[in-house]
């Protein structure tokens, strides 16, 4: 709807793979080199992570477009299947026919080895590509490496590359799957733009698409560095959104009211939370940490000195009594008189022993 506004020949942010808008940073070049590593390589796994939208597939992509014409791709991008579905897509990239009636999977491996065995003496190399590969069960994972046994002895006959989220690590951290662990040559974890990226990435994209010159002032870059986190995918939906709405609006470029008004369209009610903490300075925030922190032990410290001056009373006897409590207590008789008023038994008043002693000795006279 804008292109025609702008003078696009087509729509710079679409958020399709297409590896002719893969902008090359130094990230995206050493994912690229990796994954070239592991197709020239003798065999084995290559890894390639990252956090969703940061570019694994056009990277991807971009290597299908250098892949050598004696290298035979299959390529799954959907890796829920079964061990047996698993198979026989990858006989289906590779045009392997294999009997659809009775088939189990030790037909299906053998219709692959025999394959790979045809490709390996025609001086033909076989790569598997799988995307999404966190969505692969542990069974499903272990059948694929054990597909990287069938090799000759110089030579793996099948070389592997796996896409996926960084949930993709913690599967492959597990004990259970240390053997295909082991296998992986080499593995690279694609991370987002910097933000002065963001800016080669914005006017990259721009001029593959035909603009005469940059759209978004720096101020709006930068801004839309914080915004999207520097995830190409994000970029490209906030940047496809303000496009549209400084047409609408009739304006050249894109300023920051409009790309603000795109980030609420995008995100939603998220938007007025995270705009509202991007509007704090950061010295505020750390400010306000270090008061939080600083409250917090300081009571802990308080609570730790009042409890240590206020020992509790070792027995009953040392409470001091209250004057409720002293005015129950019944009042002591005089002592008589003549009665001695130390005794043995700590002065309680009363005759003492002796006296009973002589008032015995009269009652037996």
Request: charged share 25%; net charge positive; proline share 5%.
């Given at each position: 709807m804008y292109r025609d506004y702008f003078g696009f020949k087509e729509a710079p942010f679409s958020i399709a793979p297409d590896p002719r808008y893969l902008y090359m940073s130094e990230q995206h070049r050493e994912a690229l080199a990796h994954l070239l590593y592991g197709v020239n390589s003798e065999g084995g796994f290559v890894l390639l992570t990252g956090e969703v939208g940061t570019g694994k597939t056009t990277v991807c992509r971009c290597l299908l477009e250098q892949i050598p014409k004696n290298v035979d791709v299959a390529f799954i991008f959907n890796p829920k299947l079964t061990v047996e579905e698993l198979l026989s897509t990858i006989c289906d990239e590779l045009r392997i026919t294999y009997?659809?009636?009775?088939?189990?999977?030790?037909?299906?491996?053998?219709?692959?080895?025999?394959?790979?065995?045809?490709?390996?003496?025609?001086?033909?190399?076989?790569?598997?590509?799988?995307?999404?590969?966190?969505?692969?069960?542990?069974?499903?994972?272990?059948?694929?490496?054990?597909?990287?046994?069938?090799?000759?002895?110089?030579?793996?006959?099948?070389?592997?590359?796996?896409?996926?989220?960084?949930?993709?690590?913690?599967?492959?951290?597990?004990?259970?799957?240390?053997?295909?662990?082991?296998?992986?040559?080499?593995?690279?974890?694609?991370?987002?733009?910097?933000?002065?990226?963001?800016?080669?990435?914005?006017n990259h994209r721009?001029?593959?698409?035909?603009?005469?010159?940059?759209?978004?002032?720096?101020?709006?870059?930068?801004?839309?560095?914080?915004?999207?986190?520097?995830?190409?995918?994000?970029?490209?939906?906030?940047?496809?959104?303000?496009l549209l709405g400084a047409y609408a609006e009739g304006k050249q470029i894109v300023d920051l009211k409009?790309?603000?008004?795109?980030?609420?369209?995008?995100?939603?009610?998220?938007?007025?939370?995270?705009?509202?903490?991007?509007?704090?300075?950061?010295?505020?925030i750390a400010v306000a940490l270090l008061l939080t922190i600083a409250s917090v032990l300081i009571a802990t410290q308080y609570r730790w000195t009042r409890g240590s001056h206020m020992d509790p009373p070792s027995t009953a006897e040392s409470q001091p009594i209250s004057t409720q409590h002293r005015k129950a207590i019944p009042k002591m008789e005089k002592p008589l008189k003549g009665a001695g008023s130390g005794t043995p038994e700590g002065g309680r008043h009363g005759s003492s022993p002796r006296d009973h002693v002589k008032q015995s000795q009269s009652g037996r006279d």
């Amino acid at each position: 709807m804008y292109r025609d506004y702008f003078g696009f020949k087509e729509a710079p942010f679409s958020i399709a793979p297409d590896p002719r808008y893969l902008y090359m940073s130094e990230q995206h070049r050493e994912a690229l080199a990796h994954l070239l590593y592991g197709v020239n390589s003798e065999g084995g796994f290559v890894l390639l992570t990252g956090e969703v939208g940061t570019g694994k597939t056009t990277v991807c992509r971009c290597l299908l477009e250098q892949i050598p014409k004696n290298v035979d791709v299959a390529f799954i991008f959907n890796p829920k299947l079964t061990v047996e579905e698993l198979l026989s897509t990858i006989c289906d990239e590779l045009r392997i026919t294999y009997p659809t009636e009775h088939k189990s999977i030790k037909l299906l491996v053998d219709c692959i080895n025999a394959r790979l065995l045809d490709a390996h003496a025609s001086g033909r190399s076989t790569l598997l590509i799988i995307d999404e590969a966190q969505n692969l069960s542990r069974g499903v994972l272990e059948q694929i490496r054990l597909l990287t046994n069938l090799e000759t002895n110089r030579r793996k006959l099948l070389q592997i590359i796996l896409l996926g989220q960084p949930e993709l690590l913690l599967t492959l951290a597990e004990p259970k799957l240390r053997q295909l662990s082991q296998r992986i040559i080499a593995r690279y974890h694609l991370g987002p733009l910097s933000r002065s990226e963001v800016g080669a990435y914005v006017n990259h994209r721009l001029i593959i698409a035909g603009a005469g010159g940059s759209l978004f002032p720096k101020a709006a870059l930068a801004r839309l560095h914080k915004l999207s986190g520097g995830v190409p995918r994000v970029i490209n939906v906030l940047c496809d959104r303000a496009l549209l709405g400084a047409y609408a609006e009739g304006k050249q470029i894109v300023d920051l009211k409009t790309l603000k008004r795109a980030a609420r369209e995008v995100f939603g009610q998220a938007f007025r939370m995270k705009e509202r903490f991007l509007r704090f300075p950061q010295w505020a925030i750390a400010v306000a940490l270090l008061l939080t922190i600083a409250s917090v032990l300081i009571a802990t410290q308080y609570r730790w000195t009042r409890g240590s001056h206020m020992d509790p009373p070792s027995t009953a006897e040392s409470q001091p009594i209250s004057t409720q409590h002293r005015k129950a207590i019944p009042k002591m008789e005089k002592p008589l008189k003549g009665a001695g008023s130390g005794t043995p038994e700590g002065g309680r008043h009363g005759s003492s022993p002796r006296d009973h002693v002589k008032q015995s000795q009269s009652g037996r006279d």
